[in-house]
């Protein structure tokens, strides 16, 4: 019966490819020749083939070559090296490095089906593998934390230590660094792993929707509360409370909160009886609180009341060792979500990703690998997919805005200028009281430049 | 057609199994001399890949024609081959070389050399119909590599392969004898 299996003959003699070709096809394989290194791994770019016959003697490239060349970019492929009589040295060396049989011209038919099928069973058997180990991570979607680095090393093991506790904890990093995953990981690795984790985005509301989004409301607490609605902490009762951005939420409800995680109890907006809930807080901001607190705006009694535990994700430049982790991680994900067939990203593109500053973190990695598959035509990730990230301007963050562009530019002079504010208004040719107006105008502030 | 010293017998053996099994109609051709062109002086064997390009090119009216020789076969990859064609195309060839002796040594008997014979050129006519290898134990498309496999394979096909046939013949427009 008629299979899929796919194979590419590479060598440079016309007949052995043709005769190869021929006895293969009789098969039912599926059967491309290419005759030389350069050609098989054009074709390889664009075919997914399972299995590749390749001689060890050509001119130009060399098998043993194409074979390095295949096993970095191709891991997936198959191959089994064509070998002339009495060159076993060699056949050996490709062994070594990393051919999966080899065969000595001319062939015994039987020893050639015998190998083709063995190897059919062995990729069949890899399939299967690599599909049940994806199963695996979709069954346990925390563990979509990656990183190999010491530093993130020493957090999963913090993270297991933390989820043992019923302790609040406060995680640190910059935007982007997954604090979210890091509090989703707490959360599945606790006792309340069988209750709910309710997010909230503190950042996400205005003030008095933010207060209505956490405690509930009743019916017409106010203009068009309807209807009575659960709040965040009710949601959260038995599991797990994760409050991101915390920083951002205003000084009068840190004080209602507070009150909350030391009582686990509450009112619901515009009601009377008091709540009991139990659950879990887990905050996490990208401001330094100490630094807010210092200014007034934030409360130290609250902090405390978080921070009981911190834990801090340090920001992707800071473990660079992590990105081809992560970048094939998301290659994978986004290979599978996009039904393309990519193997891999090529060395002089992980070379651009490890170079990248990543000012937005693994969630910028992230977005870079998607968008990169989304263009790519070929079966590997090369430099030319990641062009946007080398300008200086990427395409993906060039506005076309006159307003946003100009605030770009003033924030770009002041900082320029440290904030002398006559020195800027020099610099951009308008005069003091302009600046002043744009300023206020825009809300600029020296530290927003940083977050 | 046969091409060089191929027995009479085995011939019309060949040429009964194939009107049978096939339902095509058969005619046995003259004999033609050993395909000299195909030696390689190397080897010591007859390369089949060449014979069948002759063969391909004659101007007899048969849609098919499978030619019986009595030297071995190779093609450039492998060491050798009891039988080569061209998948879909118009010529095989079978070689009896090897069929006469047992893999361990000693003669085979008359009847399982006509048998092997005849089991050998039905699988490479049917590639000829684009019949590929077939993994079912129970169809002479299986692929055998020894000549003991070939002992094991039945004279028949598969209901699969089978179905491919008659599929084969209606593309190709093959005139089948009446039932």
């Not at chain 1, 998301?330 to 393309?340: G, V």
Request: hydrophobic share 40%; net charge negative.
């Amino acid at each position: 019966m008629a299979n899929k299996v796919s194979i590419l003959v590479v060598d440079d003699e016309l007949v052995i490819r043709e005769s190869l070709q021929g006895w293969l096809r009789r098969s039912g394989y599926q059967v491309d020749t290419a005759d030389g290194g350069s050609a098989a791994l054009a074709m390889l770019d664009k075919t997914p083939y399972d299995l590749l016959f390749l001689d060890i003697m050509m001119p130009v490239m060399s098998g043993i070559e194409v074979l390095e060349m295949v096993k970095e970019d191709y891991p997936q492929t198959l191959v089994v090296m064509i070998t002339a009589y009495g060159s076993v040295d060699t056949a050996v060396e490709a062994m070594k490095g990393g051919a999966n049989d080899y065969l000595m011209k001319p062939f015994d038919p039987d020893q050639l089906s015998l190998l083709t099928e063995k190897l059919m069973q062995q990729k069949k058997l890899l399939d299967e593998n690599i599909f049940l180990r994806e199963q695996m991570a979709e069954a346990t979607r925390f563990e979509n934390l990656v990183g190999s680095s010491a530093a993130m090393q020493e957090l999963f093991g913090m993270i297991q230590d933390v989820a043992a506790t019923d302790s609040s904890v406060l995680i640190g990093g910059e935007t982007g660094t997954g604090k979210e995953l890091v509090a989703k990981a707490i959360h599945a690795k606790s006792a309340r792993c069988n209750g709910p984790f309710i997010a909230i985005n503190c950042g996400g509301f205005p003030e008095h929707l933010l207060e209505s989004e956490l405690f509930g409301h009743e019916r017409g607490a106010f203009t068009g509360a309807h209807r009575a609605k659960k709040g965040r902490l009710d949601l959260a009762h038995h599991g797990t409370l994760f409050l991101d951005e915390v920083g951002t939420v205003p000084i009068k409800m840190q004080v209602d909160l507070l009150r909350v995680l030391e009582t686990k109890k509450f009112h619901r907006v515009g009601g009377t009886s008091e709540i009991e809930v139990d659950f879990r807080t887990i905050a996490a901001s990208n401001r330094d609180l100490s630094q807010a607190i210092e200014k007034g705006e934030f409360r130290q009694d609250f902090f405390y009341r978080l921070n009981v535990i911190s834990l801090h994700i340090p920001p992707l430049r800071d473990r660079r060792d992590d990105i081809p982790l992560l970048a094939n991680h998301f290659l994978e994900r986004y290979r599978r979500e996009t039904n393309k067939n990519i193997d891999t990203i090529v060395k002089e593109a992980m070379a651009i990703l490890r170079e990248y500053d990543w000012p937005g973190n693994v969630r910028e990695l992230e977005n870079a690998i998607e968008r990169a598959v989304v263009i790519c035509k070929r079966r590997r990730l090369g430099p030319e997919e990641f062009t946007f990230l080398t300008l200086q301007t990427s395409p993906t963050a060039r506005t076309y805005s006159l307003e946003e562009t100009q605030i770009a530019h003033l924030r770009e002079v002041l900082k320029e200028f440290d904030w002398n504010i006559t020195k800027a208004a020099q610099a951009l040719e308008i005069n003091r009281v302009t600046l002043h107006k744009k300023i206020k105008k825009y809300d600029l502030r020296p530290h927003r430049a940083s977050s | 057609m046969r091409l060089g010293t191929v027995g009479e017998a085995v011939l019309k053996i060949v040429a009964a199994n194939l009107q049978e099994i096939l339902n095509l109609p058969v005619d046995i051709l003259p004999a033609r001399q050993t395909p000299e062109f195909a030696y390689s002086d190397n080897r010591k064997q007859y390369h089949a890949a060449l014979i069948l390009k002759k063969l391909a090119e004659s101007r007899r009216p048969h849609p098919r024609i499978l030619a019986l020789v009595s030297v071995d076969l190779f093609i450039p990859v492998l060491t050798h081959v009891f039988g080569e064609a061209q998948l879909g195309g118009r010529a095989a060839v079978v070689s009896t070389h090897r069929l006469r002796h047992k893999e361990e040594g000693g003669g085979v008997s008359l009847d399982t050399f006509y048998e092997r014979a005849a089991k050998v050129a039905l699988h490479e006519v049917a590639h000829t119909f684009d019949l590929v290898h077939c993994k079912q134990p129970e169809c002479i498309m299986r692929l055998s590599s020894g000549p003991n496999d070939l002992d094991e394979l039945p004279l028949f096909f598969c209901e699969y392969c089978e179905a491919f046939l008659e599929e084969a013949y209606r593309r190709y427009e093959i005139q089948r004898l009446p039932e």
